[in-house]
Nanobody, 115 residues
Framework: QVQLVESGGGLVQAGGSLRLSCAAS????????MGWYRQAPGKQRELVAT???????IYADSVKGRFTISRDNAKYMTYLQMNSLKPEDTAVYYC?????????WGQGTQVTVSS
């Protein structure tokens, strides 16, 4: 079965950096578009960034120039490098992929940015 496991969240001061990782299993990883989403308290889950099988990327306007999504197909890993973090980046971050029109999510990792 498809499994996504996130790691790398934590508490960081504004202006700091974190790197999130997502380990995937149960899929042909190299063929799948992978994404990072986030959900802040009281808000809807929103797209942060996606990366296609050929490495094309899309970013939310709020993170452009600060966050970088990448992948390692050999290791079945997706990463989100987050720099210049702001308090408004505080959220639970989820890894995502789609298979047969169904969304799959990890358990999420908490990112908290203090001012």
């Amino acid at each position: 079965q498809v499994q996504l496991v996130e790691s790398g969240g934590g508490l960081v001061q504004a202006g700091g950096s974190l790197r999130l990782s997502c380990a995937a299993s149960g899929i042909i990883f190299s063929l799948r578009r992978m994404g990072w989403y986030r959900q802040a308290p009281g808000k809807q889950r929103e797209l942060v960034a996606t990366i296609t099988s050929d490495g094309s990327t899309i970013y939310a306007d709020s993170v452009k120039g600060r966050f970088t999504i990448s992948r390692d197909n050999a290791k079945y890993m997706t990463y989100l490098q987050m720099n210049s973090l702001k308090p408004e980046d505080t959220a639970v971050y989820y890894c995502n992929t789609k298979l047969a029109l169904r969304d799959y999510w990890g358990q999420g990792t908490q990112v908290t940015v203090s001012s």
